[in-house]
Structures are given as C-alpha cells and as structure tokens.
C-alpha cells in the first residue's frame, strides 16, 4: 500500500531553515510527481510545492517563492523541502502527497 513519511519538522526561529524530508513506499515513485502541503490551525490544506517526475520543472505557492525548494531522489523514493528565511506564517503541519494519499505531517514551528 501507499505509505509516505514525513520527517525534519520542529521549533525554529525567524530566519531560520528547516530541511523536511517525505520517505515513500508502495508505489512506483519515479512515476508521480510529488507535493508539498501544509495546513495551519484553522485554514485549509495548500499545496506548497510540487516536483516532476524527473524533478525538471517545479511549481511553488507565491508565499514561498524564493525561499523554499522542493527536490526529490528517485534512487531513494524520497522528496525534499528545503525552507529557508522561515517566518512565523510558515507555521503549520507540513504533508507530502501524491495519488491522493498524504503522510501523516510533520509540524513546523517558527517562533522566537
């Protein structure tokens, strides 16, 4: 069965980078791109980030832009989501997806 795990959330200040990681199995990844999502308390789930098959082309939310990098490893089934410049509107549970199935989230916290 599909199963993706999400890893490398925590408490960070302002300004600081956090590196997620999405391990995924049961299915064939190298055929399916891949998503970034996050949910903070009290809105709905946003796609963040979203990678190719091959990771040539990727697409980001405008409030990331910049600051953020989603790549993946397909000789390791895993996707990446590299955050710098943190703010505290960052702060939310982070999920990859793909095939309509999600991780069960990594929480992000950016806060002094």
């Known amino acids: 069965q599909v199963q993706l795990v999400e890893s490398g959330g925590g408490l960070v200040q302002p300004g600081g980078s956090l590196r997620l990681a999405c391990a995924a199995s049961?299915?064939?990844?190298?055929?399916?791109?891949m998503t970034w999502y996050r949910q903070a308390p009290g809105k709905e789930r946003e796609p963040v980030a979203t990678?190719?098959?091959?990771?040539?082309?990727?697409n980001y939310a405008d409030s990331v832009k910049g600051r953020f990098t989603i790549s993946r490893d397909n000789t390791k089934n895993t996707a990446y989501l590299q955050m710098n410049s943190l703010k505290p509107e960052d702060t939310a549970v982070y999920y990859c997806?793909?095939?309509?199935?999600w991780g069960q989230g990594t929480q992000v916290t950016v806060s002094s």
């Open positions: 049961g299915f064939t990844f190298s055929s399916y791109a």
């Open positions: 990678i190719s098959v091959t990771g040539g082309s990727t």
């Open positions: 997806g793909t095939l309509g199935y």
